[in-house]
């Protein structure tokens, strides 16, 4: 079945120091694969996703990589702020199934300090 | 926007309790889902509905059950909770392939 596997956190940075989330997956067929944010009391939302290899999703800042050949989709910003603290979940959609449902990684707490 | 809205943001039983966790979405959506979310685990999918009255169990269904008599409503049932069913429960939806959208979540306490 599909799986995704990401870095345990905590993560804790200082403000304006690299994030790199890591994100390795494995699925059967030709899965989208998408980044979400869950800041602090809320839900997830999305923020970015990739549909095909070779494909970046990019948003707020953040950037990452549908890489076929390592099946991973690295999450990356250049420089992050206090308001970056979430917890970021990896996942990939199976777009054979109905629904197009959603595998999701652990999730990864990011925690900013100014 | 979107607007996906969860009965409760807290929630408070007893074991042995029936339980009824109600998602809205005002998008038209055709496909609503539940999760259960969990620390170190991520999000795990319960049920999702593809149509009214339609519904296909995820990858934890046992304890739960769901309703979906109309296309903007999805109940979440626990038939009579327990103290492992303490969760943080979050709804999604969306139109065919496209982004899931998710509500705030019900944190759910069983006693």
């Known amino acids: 079945g599909n799986s995704v596997t990401q870095m345990e956190g905590p993560v804790t940075l200082s403000e304006e120091a690299f994030l790199t989330i890591n994100c390795t997956y494995t699925?059967?067929?030709?899965?989208?694969l998408f980044w979400y944010v869950q800041y602090p009391g809320e839900g997830l939302q999305l923020l970015l996703k990739?549909?095909?290899?070779?494909d970046k999703g990019s948003n707020k800042g953040f950037e990452a990589t549908y890489r076929k050949e390592t099946t991973s989709f690295h999450l990356e910003k250049g420089s992050v702020q206090v308001s970056d603290s979430a917890v970021y979940f990896c996942?990939?959609?199976?777009?054979?199934?109905?629904?197009?449902?959603?595998?999701f990684g652990g999730g990864t707490r990011v925690l900013v300090k100014p | 926007d979107v607007k996906v809205t969860q009965s409760s943001r807290y929630l408070v039983k007893r074991t042995g309790e029936k339980v009824f966790l109600e998602c809205v979405q005002d998008?038209?959506?055709?496909?609503m889902f539940w999760y259960r979310q969990d620390p170190g685990l991520g999000l795990r999918l319960i049920y999702f509905?593809?149509?009214?009255?339609?519904?296909e169990k995820g990858d934890i269904p046992e304890g739960y059950s769901v309703s979906r008599e109309k296309k903007e409503r999805f109940s979440l049932i626990l038939e009579s909770a327990s103290t492992n069913q303490t969760s943080m429960y979050l709804c999604?939806?969306?139109?065919?392939?496209?982004?899931?959208?998710f509500g705030p979540g019900t944190r759910l306490l069983v006693l």
């Open positions: 509905s593809y149509d009214v009255k339609m519904k």
């Open positions: 996942a990939l959609s199976d777009s054979g199934a109905a629904g197009n449902k959603l595998t």
């Open positions: 699925a059967t067929g030709y899965p989208s």
């Open positions: 998008m038209d959506h055709e496909n």
């Open positions: 990739a549909t095909k290899a070779d």
């Open positions: 999604a939806s969306n139109w065919g392939g496209e982004t899931q959208y």
